[in-house]
């Protein structure tokens, strides 16, 4: 499986963005597919993940109620709505897919390439 993410940019405090994250390959329903970032001198963290074969949904308490992950099926994508962007947001935002629920990046098998979010306070 192969993932490239897009999207990401510069944004003002409070504005929106969209992240995509498409998928070449074949995705089984047992995968997770998640979104993690990571900020310049961090580890990567956990933001968002879903299940591949439902609609399960899991966000870290960062981001909860201002993101929203969702999923084209049919279109192998998987994005990432951030709302209420905040400066502490800015991070390179990259996708991976698991075999099971993790908020650990090490669990993760499968990345892209990585898209840049910058806020701006």
């Known amino acids: 499986v192969q993932l490239q993410a897009s999207g990401g940019g510069l944004v003002q405090a409070g504005g929106s963005l969209t992240l995509a994250c498409a998928a070449s390959?074949?995705?089984?329903?047992?995968?997770?597919v998640g979104w993690f970032r990571q900020a310049p001198g961090k580890e990567r963290e956990f933001v968002a993940a879903?299940?591949?074969?439902?609609?399960?949904?899991y966000y870290a308490d960062s981001v909860k109620g201002r993101f929203t992950i969702s999923k084209d099926k049919p279109k192998n994508m998987v994005y990432l709505q951030m709302n209420s962007l905040k400066p502490e947001d800015t991070a390179v935002y990259y996708c991976?897919?698991?075999?099971?629920?993790?908020?650990?990046?090490?669990?993760?098998?499968?990345w892209g390439q990585g898209t840049l979010v910058t806020v701006s306070s």
């Open positions: 991976g897919i698991s075999f099971a629920y993790d908020t650990d990046y090490r669990a993760y098998k499968w």
């Open positions: 390959g074949r995705l089984y329903s047992s995968y997770l």
């Open positions: 879903t299940r591949w074969s439902d609609s399960r949904s």
